[in-house]
DNA sequence: ATCTTCATTTTGATTAATCAAAATTGATCC
DNA sequence: GGATCAATTTTGATTAATCAAAATGAAGAT
């Protein structure tokens, strides 16, 4: 038996390595992720461990073993198939799924999985265009370029906003940058931390840096 | 923060006082249905009582307060609108959505519940004719008489079935008497534990005092 | 009035998850 | 080579839920 706490401490060990491939999860970053005392981070860390989910090494940090990656996968699987599920079934606001999936996750079966799986006509990405791992917990992440970095004036399609954030969310969709739609960067003034987007001919917009930072994009087929 | 744990034994008080009214539930039946040790039994409901959850008289059984109550039927109403969604919207057999909806009854919220109650058209009864508390705690539950007891010869529809076990409901579907259906009690014979049934001028079968205890109908129109 | 019995309650442990605060350690800086 | 600091680990408690086994009590039986 796989608790919730194992499988979330699991997940966010998975982020958090996504985040700095190759490293070490430090006790700190971990126990700040996920709202505990420094000293429950490590007890659970060592649980891990003992369950095989987990390398570690005192004072040197944590890392997941394949067994650990793999459940991670699951959860996230769960996690991103149901936010989808509750936006395109249920009608709900990308913004309120995130939460509602943080506890679905861990209750969901296998059997209904597959069915919101199929209901969906097997999707790839969740509503922030997170990717979903598949069954056998494999993922298909490409490197993306944000609104920060992508070159200026080359048409962009948005494909992903790494901020689970209700506000934000609610704000990127005010707007009107949800993933799929089409942007151009018209030009960047870091010293201003103002980032001017072209929607269309006659709507434009501004983004602060930080914002921009964590909306990916893909570069859309020249017409 | 009421947990699942109590959620669940509120349940099981409310399921236990229905089935005898007026009296009080004493710690063995209890146990024995939540599958504890007596002692556990006793501590828990002291849990309840303390959190103004039931009234428990040392010795002498316990009661839901009328908050219990409510909590109970709130309990139940999300426990019976997501069976209802699994076989409705999900295709899943109305054996196996029990078991689901033990485990996410105590994980949707409202927002959820709210959304399935209108997708499936604000229903009153779940797939095994169990009815559907509304959000504000009111349940519409008649007297019903079931197929060891009915009169004989005049036809009947299948209302509820009183029995969440897999087995039971597949072998009740494969004799297609699920909630719905038409049939007449052709005769009884007692002693032989035997109820023969008349689906149509075609189809009849029989069943077991037992089983004919836990399927109720209502008579119908006389047309 | 005492005994016997069985349901119930109490007691003492255990497991998972958590915290606060104390102890430890590794590294950096004189 | 020490002193100092920050991160980490340890320790000791706490809460929820559970069990096994011992203690208690209420009823009926003699
Ligand atoms: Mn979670
Ligand atoms: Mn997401
Ligand atoms: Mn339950
Ligand atoms: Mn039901």
Known sequence: MTTSTVENYVKQLYVEQEANPGEMVLMGRLAAAMEVAPGTATSMVKTLADAGLADYQPRGGVRLTSRGQQLALHVLRRHRLVELFLVKILGLDWSQVHDEAEALEHVVSDIVLDRIDELLGYPTVDPHGDP???SSGRVHDPKRMNLASCPIGRPQRIVRVLDQNPAFLQFI??????????????????????VRLRLSPKRETTLGLAAANKILVEATATA
């Open 173 to 194: 969709e005010r707007q009107g940058l949800m993933p799929g739609t089409k942007v151009t960067v018209a030009d960047r003034e870091p010293a201003a931390d103002a």
């Open 132 to 134: 979903i791992p598949t």
